[in-house]
Every structure is written in C-alpha cells, then in structure tokens.
C-alpha cells in the first residue's frame, strides 16, 4: 500500500491486482486526490474497514476474490453500501458494462485508461457524492428545523388552549358577575316601584302623592340607569343574540304608549304616536329589542323637551313579496343638537353637552344601547336635528311578513280584561321573596284573580300536582330548588304541558331568556316588573286559555 498526496483531499482507493495499473491510474489523480491502492480484494476490503475512501476505482478481473464479489461485500455492510464504485475492466462490451451497472457500481472505465476521462468521471461522481452529502445534511437540519418549529407550534398552541380556557373561565365569571348584579340591583327597585306604584292608588292626600310620586320617578330614572349599565356591559361582552319570533307593531306601540305617556304627562306635554296603515299588523323580528329602543327614545325625548310635543310613527317605505321596509321615527320639539355633535352622542359615556349629565342627568349609554341593539337586528339608525327647534331619530329596519295567531287582540285594557273574566282564572305564584310576594299579590287582587303562593321550586311542584291553575306566575332564581327545575318537573306532571307559566327574573339577559323557554317556560318578565306588562302579559294568556 502507498500514499500519493495528503489525507486531507478526497480518498480514492484503487483496487486492482496489477501494480502497474495501479500506479498509472494514482499519478494521474495524484494531483488532486489522496490515493490508497491494494493488489486484491481482500486487502482492499481491510483498507475500507480501516478507514473509508470517498470513492473505489475496482478492478472486474483479479484472482482469488474478483471485483464482482468485493462489490457485494462492500454491498452487505451498511456502512459502505454508499460508497461509489467504477468498476475498471480490459473487457470494453455492452455485456460486462451493463452487468457492472446493474450490480450497482456507479460508472464503467475501459482499459487502456485515458487520464482525462479517468479525470472527469471521478471528479463528477465525486462532486455526486458531495452534492448527495450536503442534501443529507440540509435533510437533517431541515428535519431538525421542523421539529423545531413542530415544538414551537405545540407549545403556542397550549398556550392558546391556555389563553382561552382562562378568556372562557374569565367570560363565565363576567356572566355570573353581571347575573348576580342583575339580580341584586332589579329585585330592591322592583319592590320600590311596585309599592310606589301601589301606593299612588290609594292615598288620597295630594303632598303625600306628591311625594311617592317623585319617589315613583326617582326609582324609575334609577332603574333606567341600571339597565342601561347591564345591558351596555353585556353588549360589549358579546352576549346579547338576534332572535325572529312574531312581532305586532301594534303591541309594540302600546307597550311603549303605556310606560311614556304618563311621563309626557307628567311635563304637560303633547305625545302622539301612529301607525301606517299600509303596514301590515303581523311581522317576523325582535320585538323586544324593538321595542326597548322605541321606548328608549320617546323617553329620551320628552327628558330633553321642556314644552310641546313628542311624537312616535312607523312608516312604510317598501314591501315585496316576503318583507317590508319600515321607518321609525321619534320627533320631539326639544333642545336640539348641534350638527358637529350630531355623531359624538352615539358614542358610549358621552352627550352632546357634558352640561346635559348636570341638568338632565344619565349616564350616556342610551342613545350608544338603542344604535348597538338596531345593529345587532340588522337595521340602522341616525337623527336630524337643530337648536332650539328639536330633533328627530329614525331607525331603519327589513322585518319578514308573518302570520296573525290564533287569538286576536282585544281592545279593552288589560287590567279591564282581567277583572271580567269569568270564571275566575286561578293563578300560583311563586317566589322566595317575602316583598315581591307582596307586590304580585296585590297586582292580583286589584285584577280580581284568585292566587296561591308558593315560596320556592318544590312547594311550586307540589301545589301543581294538587290544584289546576289557569297560569303560573314562576320566579327564576329560588333556594332549595329553582324556577327552571321547578317549571321542568311541572311539565312532566299530568295535564300540565300545557299550562302557562310566566318566568319573573331579576336576571334579564338574552341567555336567561333562552333558559328559560328551554325549560318550558311561556313568556318573560324582567323584573322591575310594572303593572301595565304585568296585566298585559297575564291577559294574553289567559285569553288563550279562554279560547282554548
């Protein structure tokens, strides 16, 4: 064995029997390669185990072990298997070269050898080799980049899976936050405005009428606020939904006639509202939402008109085969606004004067709620107006035409319609508070209507299985065992899948609503409840049971 140049180039190992051979082929790639040779298959094969050359030139015939049988040695060990081969040979036919490629070898040198082509072919399978090398390696780092990333996309998505448990847990946490504030904030103003209202009835002496009066009207102005607080809260988190039930524009329009008139009223002002007759009565929408804002901006109108009128419309503007287009609009003969802040006062937490807050109180979310709710129901809405001579708000909305129900409507008041049924509807009312027991029980005698109380979800069950009620009046929130559960196991009783049951809540918001009706549950009063939706609400009902 020889050495022709340094290690530190390719290895060429030559393999071949005959020395001359030998040394002819290492001075010609001596120049540029470091060059090992043996003369026979097993030194050959002792050389590679030794160290590994980068490429064989082998030799087809030689004694005791020929280039065929070194190859397939080299080919059985893993280590060597990759190891480029040209197989050298005296015997220049497409036979031997074609049996020297299918074997593996990867090129096929004729004897006598010619230095430039001996050349060209090492260094091309030589750069092969390179080239097959530095894809390796980029193949592993590649790999090891993508297990890289692989672990950097796992870990940010458990992290995410982390955030948004947290946003989940955080969001439920908001939800039972805003319910027990609904619940603690509602229940006292409904006893105050119940009894307030109760209490008008009866006194006779004008300064004490005076007084609950102004009592009246400061719980009412209170619980606007808090309203308009829980529901501004429960917009921004993201849980107030859209919903399509029946909607009657001339139920909506008495709803809102009943809780403003008497604040028009009360400022000796001039309120109208009307209906175009080419709109037909019964429409598919949210008549809630609807009517919280129409209601909404008639009050905010008479707040801010000190004399001369207020008035409420509906206009027809389109109608095709299966919807109308409709505009509302709210005029008043008030303040007025300046146009450059005609868009500020849409906007949360602000008026259009910040010494509107001082003289007519509020806290800014009204006008941002109703824009907010007109939205979410697939309307618009905006407003014209000019100092000193008033304004007027429109909302724009699309409502699908729906069917008229069963029952009609009746055109005596509700509480009228209450005391003249007969027979004598009977009624189960049921709550855990000792005030509002109260205050439903006398909504219920002055309406004439024979009534049990139960106290919580159980004793409810247990008087639903002993008496026939013509309503059940159901509060939501109970010890012991809830309106919801309550209402569920009422249902399951026999003949009781059709009873009406009314849910009472402090908790007002559009899931509670939804729980509600899943439970089994007919229609929903928010509470503080008023008497005029309060009649209206059992009147529906038990007219349907009459007619029934």
């Not at 004729?110 to 060209?120: D, H, Q, Y």
Request: overall charge negative.
């Amino acid at each position: 064995m020889s050495e022709f140049a340094a290690k530190s180039r390719p290895l060429i190992l030559i393999i071949d029997d005959i020395l001359d051979n030998v040394e002819a082929v290492g001075e010609v790639l001596s120049a540029e390669y470091a060059v090992q040779f043996a003369t026979s298959g097993p030194e050959g094969l002792d050389l590679i185990q030794r160290k590994a050359p980068d490429l064989i030139l082998l030799d087809v015939m030689m004694p005791e072990m020929d280039g065929y049988a070194v190859f397939a040695e080299l080919s059985r060990n893993p280590e060597t298997a990759k190891i480029p081969v040209i197989f050298v040979t005296s015997h220049n036919d497409i036979e031997n070269e074609l049996k020297a490629l299918s074997v593996g070898a990867v090129d096929f040198i004729s004897k006598p050898i010619i230095p430039e082509i001996v050349r060209a072919r090492v260094h091309t399978h030589l750069s092969l080799r390179q080239r097959e090398r530095d894809i390796q390696q980029l193949n592993t780092l590649l790999e090891s980049k993508v297990q890289e990333r692989t672990q950097q996309v796992q870990s940010l998505n458990s992290a995410l899976e982390e955030r948004a448990k947290q946003a989940e847990a955080a969001s439920k946490a908001k939800t039972l936050f805003l319910n027990a504030m609904s619940h603690e904030l509602r229940t006292p103003m409904s006893a105050i405005i119940g009894f307030s209202h109760l209490l008008l009835q009866k006194i006779t002496d004008p300064g004490v009428a005076n007084q609950l009066s102004s009592i009246r009207k400061a719980a009412n102005h209170l619980s606007d606020t808090i309203n308009e607080i829980l529901e501004f809260t429960q917009i921004e988190s993201g849980g107030m939904t859209k919903v399509s039930n029946d909607l009657d524009l001339a139920d909506i329009f008495r709803h809102v006639n009943e809780s403003t008139e008497d604040q028009a009223l009360a400022k000796n002002l001039r309120y109208s509202s009307r209906i175009d007759p080419n709109i037909p009565r019964h429409l598919i929408g949210d008549p809630l939402k609807l009517e919280q804002v129409l209601r909404n901006l008639t009050a905010n109108a008479i707040k801010f008109t000190r004399e001369g009128s207020v008035t409420l419309e509906a206009w027809l503007i389109d109608r095709s085969e299966h919807a109308v287009d409709l505009r509302f609009t709210v005029q008043d003969t008030g303040i007025g606004i300046e146009s450059a802040k005609l868009e500020h006062i849409f906007k949360p937490f602000e008026q259009a004067d910040s010494g509107l807050t001082r003289q007519y109180g509020g806290v800014g979310l009204g006008l941002s709620i109703n824009r907010k709710l007109i939205e979410m129901i697939g309307g618009t809405m905006g407003v014209a107006s000019e100092v000193g001579v008033g304004s007027k708000f429109w909302v724009a909305l699309k409502l699908k035409l729906g069917k008229p129900p069963i029952d009609q409507q009746f055109s005596l008041p509700p509480l009228q319609m209450l005391r003249g049924l007969a027979p004598k509807p009977r009624i189960l009312l049921v709550d855990d508070d000792r005030i509002n027991q109260s205050i439903f029980s006398m909504f219920l005698e002055d309406a004439g209507l024979p009534f049990h109380i139960a106290s919580d979800g159980t004793e409810a069950v247990s008087n639903a299985q002993i008496h026939a009620y013509d309503l059940i009046l159901m509060d939501v929130q109970m010890p012991i065992m809830n309106g919801l559960d309550a209402t569920r196991a009422i249902r399951q009783l026999p003949e009781k899948a059709l009873t009406p049951i009314v849910a009472i809540s402090a908790n007002a918001f559009d899931e509670d609503r939804a729980r509600c009706v899943e439970a089994g549950m007919n229609a929903f009063l928010a509470k503080p409840v008023l008497p005029e939706p309060f009649y209206a609400e059992l009147a529906k009902w038990l007219m349907k049971s009459t007619l029934s």
